[in-house]
Every structure is written in C-alpha cells, then in structure tokens.
C-alpha cells in the first residue's frame, strides 16, 4: 500500500468508526436504567456495554487489517503474512495507542495504524467521558 492511498484509508476508517461509536452510545444511553431503582446498575451495565463495544471495534479493525495484509496490500507487513492472533494483537496495540509490537508495518499501512492509534485514543476517551457521566448520575441518585 501506498503512503497516499493508506493516509486516505486511514482517515476514512476512522470517520466510519467515529460515527458508528457515536451511535452505539446513543444505542447504550437506550437501554441503559434511567429510573432511580436501579441506579446502582447503570455505571456497570455502562462499563459492560462500553468493554463490548471497543472488543468489537478491535476485532473488526484487526479482520480489515487482515484483510490490507493478506491480501489488498501483502507488502503492508514485513515478512510473512500473520495470523489473525498477530493481527488482533497489532490492532490492540494501536488501539490503545501503547504503539509497541514485534510486526513491522510499511509503507501507507503505517499511516494506517496511525490513524487507528488516533481513532482509538480518541474513542477510547470518548467512552471514558460516557462512562463517568453515567457513574455521576448513579452517584446522584444515591
């Protein structure tokens, strides 16, 4: 892959999944007990859904990375195509923005994990912003 066309990529990805996080809290705040008989479960069936979510946005992050790997872009990786185990693993670690892995990423797929380590970073805020909104209204309702 390309420099210009994984910058691109990069960024549109991690649009696509800022719109898709802001739904999935709108989802959450549905759901989640707004009455105070059960204020006592909001902060964790928030926490809950919150460690679902950002599971699930790893795993589809990691099978699109597969995919830019194993096939779109096999030059992406350096050495042989990874399992989905080092997939999974690579995308956690940008995600949490922690950066450090033994696969070495090349050329646009770097740019690629950067805006994933940015997306994550800045989800990963987000829903630590949702999360203690929801523990001050539980906390309010005691």
């Given at each position: 892959?390309?420099?210009?066309?994984?910058?691109?990529?990069?960024?549109?990805?991690?649009?696509?999944?800022?719109?898709?996080?802001?739904?999935?809290?709108?989802?959450?705040?549905?759901?989640?007990?707004?009455?105070g008989r059960r204020g006592h479960s909001i902060a964790?069936?928030?926490?809950?859904?919150?460690?679902?979510?950002?599971?699930?946005?790893?795993?589809?992050?990691?099978?699109?990375?597969?995919?830019?790997?194993?096939?779109?872009?096999?030059d992406a990786l350096a050495g042989p195509a990874p399992s989905f185990t080092?997939?999974?693993?690579?995308?956690?670690?940008?995600?949490?923005?922690?950066?450090?892995?033994?696969?070495?990423?090349?050329?646009?797929?770097?740019?690629?994990?950067?805006?994933?380590?940015?997306?994550?970073?800045?989800?990963?805020?987000?829903?630590?912003?949702?999360?203690?909104?929801?523990?001050?209204?539980?906390?309010?309702?005691?």
């Amino acid at each position: 892959m390309q420099p210009v066309p994984g910058f691109f990529f990069g960024f549109v990805l991690a649009l696509a999944f800022g719109v898709a996080h802001h739904f999935s809290l709108t989802g959450i705040l549905k759901v989640a007990p707004h009455d105070g008989r059960r204020g006592h479960s909001i902060a964790p069936l928030t926490f809950s859904a919150l460690l679902v979510l950002h599971t699930a946005e790893i795993v589809l992050l990691a099978a699109l990375n597969q995919w830019i790997a194993g096939g779109w872009s096999p030059d992406a990786l350096a050495g042989p195509a990874p399992s989905f185990t080092d997939m999974l693993y690579l995308t956690a670690i940008s995600f949490t923005t922690l950066g450090y892995t033994s696969l070495d990423a090349v050329e646009g797929f770097r740019l690629v994990l950067m805006f994933e380590a940015l997306l994550g970073f800045m989800l990963l805020t987000w829903s630590a912003t949702f999360l203690f909104s929801a523990c001050q209204k539980s906390w309010q309702q005691e």
